[in-house]
């Protein structure tokens, strides 16, 4: 069967960039069949349509469709127009710094339907509400953001390549969610298409 699992490691990104003021790691896993990926006309689509005309998608879109220009894929506005379509997923959500999400375990596989584990309020291995005595310091906090994408084969929606990318770093660090997306993405078309089933830190 060529659809694989592979179980990633889901400990919290407690790593270097979220104690030093240079841009967080980020922790990639690619996905693929083995074959040599030709680069063709694609239209950069999010896999939520109902996200489609939102603006903060737009700017995920453009991070995306620049990394993927840069490595030779011909990028096109419309489904229609194109031979592949490139599903965007972008999560977004926080924790306190020192208290492991829920749900670490995560599972991805090429075609094999997305992460398992804690995906509460949107977020990825994100825990419950969290209170605060009153009089005392809000405590730190770690933003976490993955960016997700499959490639497909338009004709038959065929998923030919599939990646995650994945960081956490200190709130309210000069960096915005379009930044941080656009890093993501660096990362994940790094050395395209990747090694398949392997995890890599990108610093």
């Not at 967080?24 to 680069?39: I, M």
């Not at 620049?66 to 229609?80: D, L, N």
């Not at 596989?109 to 804690?118: A, K, N, P, Y």
Request: charged share 20%.
């Amino acid at each position: 069967m060529l659809f694989r699992r592979a179980i990633l490691i889901g400990t919290a990104l407690a790593l270097a960039g979220c104690t030093t003021a240079g841009p967080a790691p980020v922790q990639v896993t690619r996905f693929h069949l083995g074959q040599p990926l030709a680069s063709g006309r694609v239209s950069v689509e999010p896999a939520d349509p109902t996200q489609a005309s939102s603006m903060e998608f737009q700017g995920y879109a453009r991070a995306v469709e620049a990394e993927m220009g840069r490595i030779g894929f011909q990028i096109v506005p419309t489904v229609a127009n194109s031979e592949l379509v490139a599903a965007v997923t972008v999560f977004r959500g926080s924790r306190e710094a020192g208290v492991q999400g829920g749900g670490s375990g995560v599972s991805v596989g090429l075609g094999g339907g997305g992460f398992s584990g804690g995906r509460r309020g949107g977020g990825i291995g994100l825990g419950g509400g969290v209170s605060f005595p009153i009089g005392k310091r809000r405590p730190n906090y770690i933003d976490m953001t993955e960016l997700s994408i499959q490639l497909k084969r338009r004709s038959e929606g065929t998923v030919i390549w599939e990646g995650r990318a994945r960081t956490e770093q200190r709130a309210k660090t000069n960096e915005d969610s379009t930044q941080t997306v656009a890093r993501l993405a660096s990362a994940l078309f790094a050395g395209f298409p990747g090694e398949s089933g392997r995890t890599i830190v990108v610093k």
